[in-house]
């Protein structure tokens, strides 16, 4: 697991990267021409203006922060952090690293899911732009698979990032509840 998160974390360290590097191509490429926006210009548009670029990285931010606020009155009553990337050692089962430190790796990890998934609409829009220039006559097929892609990948992306933690954070507030915790 800890190998697993390592691997994602590292590949979405890298896309955000790959976002930047675009995003200073589209900049250069509308100042290079103010009449006629760009390829990458107007895809960045388009990817800026789609909720799927966003979703995954609030519905990830959201499943991490409920996890780590319920988690608190565990960790002021003595519980240990079985979470190694939210420990002080950085080792599983020991003392939480402070809220506020573990509050800005949550939102470093929102930024770089937004970047996987800018990324991804990204790529996704440049191959549907080429795909319907080369097949005009099956545009509207085109453009619905690339919404279909999309959509998906978004959802999978909220998924598999939130999932465990907001199963967490209702296993940490019954267990606060049932030990009388606030």
Do not use: C
């Amino acid at each position: 697991m800890l190998n697993r998160q390592l691997r994602v974390h590292r590949a979405t360290v890298a896309a955000v990267l790959v976002a930047g590097i675009f995003g200073m191509a589209t900049s250069t490429a509308l100042a290079q021409d103010r009449e006629r926006p760009s390829l990458i210009g107007s895809i960045a548009r388009q990817v800026a203006l789609d909720p799927s670029t966003y979703a995954p990285a609030i519905i990830a931010f959201d499943g991490t922060m409920r996890d780590w606020k319920t988690s608190q009155p565990l960790f002021e009553n003595g519980f240990m952090e079985h979470n190694s990337r939210f420990t002080i050692s950085g080792r599983a089962n020991d003392l939480p690293v402070p809220y506020a430190d573990g509050r800005r790796r949550i939102l470093i990890d929102a930024a770089t899911t937004f970047g996987v998934s800018a990324l991804n609409n990204f790529t996704t829009r440049v191959i549907e732009r080429k795909l319907t220039e080369r097949y005009p006559e099956h545009r509207t097929l085109v453009r619905a698979a690339s919404w279909v892609e999309r959509i998906s990948f978004g959802v999978y992306l909220s998924y598999v990032l939130s999932k465990d933690h907001y199963r967490q954070a209702g296993l940490n507030t019954a267990q606060a509840q049932q030990l009388g915790y606030r």
